[in-house]
């Protein structure tokens, strides 16, 4: 049993805290790793402030993981130590559904185990990436390509994937006009993306005080969505319109935008409930739609994609005295556009 380093949080309302936390023994397709770096997404800030329901206290978020194999189980074919590799969004599913079967983890019948705030098989709670080290089965880690570094992979895990799974569902590609909601975490990584699958790709946020970034992402357009003009001008002309902000949107006006058989997928995931006018949908054949991550085999997919086009998250490295400052930042849309925990710093 391994003793990590880690980062705690008592309470929705508690700092976090330097803490110790133990890991379990290797089992026979376990993989140790020791964490370089990890990501902050706006998940982990959503449940260490309880507003996803109730959190068994205390935890230890973190799924954005990068780092390097120092250990694994006698029946481990997949790594050997000194791999470099990553975790993401789950640690664990049954295997056997027929989404697992599909390679669609994420969508298991039985539940998928969370890297945090979960329940792994052998009854005990899931503590994430914040930490030193993390036990996680050979069949969930990921192989980080050569060329991407440690800090710009950990949020591919979980900002690249969230993105690139919804992208690749629907077949943004040549011919399709993509309009990505939001320019922050998700959205800035879904117009990197977008644009290598070769689309056009529209940014769609409240101003234009990232512009500039935008269009240097790859955006060919760029519209402020509290400009009441934008909506005018843009009725009916997306094939696909990805939602990236945890918010509370106008889903009417967004559905206005889409084309025939056009499709607006929520990848954000607001605490509020949302509401739409159906008639809206049926009008133009238009769908509404949701997307979770996406399974380990299109997780590695989109590393491989990501390697190849030269893809990485822009990112703030930070110590990890400075989370709580970093959460803070994060909801008041102070980041450009991700921020990386160096894990060195436990």
């Given at each position: 049993?391994?003793?990590?380093?880690?980062?705690?949080?008592?309470?929705?309302?508690?700092?976090?805290?330097?803490?110790?936390i133990?890991?379990?023994?290797l089992d026979?397709?376990?993989?140790?790793?020791e964490?370089?770096?990890?990501?902050?997404?706006?998940?982990?800030?959503?449940?260490?402030?309880?507003?996803?329901?109730?959190?068994?206290?205390?935890?230890?978020?973190?799924?954005?993981?990068?780092?390097?194999?120092?250990?694994?189980?006698?029946?481990?074919?997949?790594?050997?130590?000194?791999?470099?590799?990553?975790?993401?969004?789950?640690?664990?599913?049954?295997?056997?559904?027929?989404?697992?079967?599909?390679?669609?983890?994420?969508?298991?019948?039985?539940?998928?185990?969370?890297?945090?705030?979960?329940?792994?098989?052998y009854?005990?709670?899931?503590?994430?990436?914040?930490?030193?080290?993390?036990?996680?089965?050979?069949?969930?880690?990921?192989?980080?390509?050569?060329?991407?570094?440690?800090?710009?992979?950990?949020?591919?895990?979980?900002?690249?994937?969230?993105?690139?799974?919804?992208?690749?569902?629907?077949?943004?590609?040549?011919?399709?006009?993509?309009?990505?909601?939001?320019?922050?975490?998700?959205?800035?990584?879904?117009?990197?993306?977008?644009?290598?699958?070769?689309?056009?790709?529209?940014?769609?946020?409240?101003?234009?005080?990232?512009?500039?970034?935008?269009?240097?992402?790859?955006?060919?357009?760029?519209?402020?969505?509290?400009?009441?003009?934008?909506?005018?001008?843009?009725?009916?002309?997306?094939?696909?319109?990805?939602?990236?902000?945890?918010a509370?949107?106008?889903?009417?006006?967004?559905?206005?935008?889409?084309?025939?058989?056009?499709?607006?997928?929520?990848?954000?995931?607001?605490?509020?409930?949302?509401?739409?006018?159906?008639?809206?949908?049926?009008?133009?054949?238009?769908?509404?739609?949701?997307?979770m991550?996406?399974?380990?085999?299109?997780?590695?997919?989109?590393l491989?994609?990501?390697?190849?086009?030269?893809?990485?998250?822009?990112?703030e490295?930070?110590?990890?005295?400075?989370?709580?400052?970093?959460?803070?930042?994060?909801?008041?849309?102070?980041?450009?556009?991700?921020?990386?925990i160096?894990?060195?710093t436990?």
């Open positions: 049993m391994v003793t990590a380093k880690a980062r705690a949080v008592d309470g929705p309302d508690q700092p976090f805290r330097a803490a110790e133990k890991r379990r023994d026979s397709h376990d993989v140790l790793i964490i370089k770096y990890a990501g902050i997404c706006h998940s982990d800030i959503h449940t260490a402030h309880g507003e996803w329901g109730p959190v068994n206290y205390p935890l230890v978020p973190g799924h954005e993981i990068a780092g390097i194999v120092t250990a694994i189980g006698p029946n481990v074919l997949k790594y050997t130590i000194g791999d470099r590799v990553g975790v993401g969004c789950m640690v664990g599913s049954c295997g056997e559904c027929e989404n697992c079967r599909n390679g669609e983890e994420q969508y298991c019948l039985e539940g998928k185990v969370d890297t945090y705030a979960g329940v792994d098989k009854g005990e709670p899931t503590q994430g990436g914040y930490s030193t080290h993390i036990v996680v089965p050979e069949d969930f880690v990921l192989r980080i390509p050569d060329n991407i570094e440690f800090d710009v992979a950990a949020p591919l895990l979980c900002a690249g994937i969230t993105t690139y799974s919804p992208l690749n569902h629907w077949a943004a590609g040549s011919g399709k006009k993509i309009a990505i909601v939001g320019m922050g975490g998700l959205g800035h990584m879904a117009v990197q993306i977008a644009h290598a699958m070769g689309a056009e790709v529209t940014v769609l946020s409240q101003t234009l005080k990232k512009k500039d970034d935008g269009y240097k992402l790859g955006a060919d357009n760029y519209y402020a969505t509290s400009d009441t003009e934008t909506f005018e001008k843009l009725a009916g002309y997306f094939d696909l319109i990805i939602n990236t902000v945890s509370d949107i106008d889903l009417n006006a967004y559905l206005g935008l889409l084309t025939l058989d056009g499709t607006l997928v929520n990848v954000g995931a607001p605490a509020e409930p949302l509401s739409l006018n159906v008639i809206n949908l049926i009008g133009h054949r238009r769908s509404f739609a949701g997307s991550i996406g399974g380990i085999r299109e997780t590695q997919e989109m491989d994609f990501c390697a190849k086009h030269n893809i990485v998250p822009k990112i490295v930070i110590t990890a005295d400075q989370i709580d400052e970093a959460y803070e930042r994060v909801l008041a849309s102070d980041v450009k556009y991700r921020f990386v160096d894990i060195s436990m």
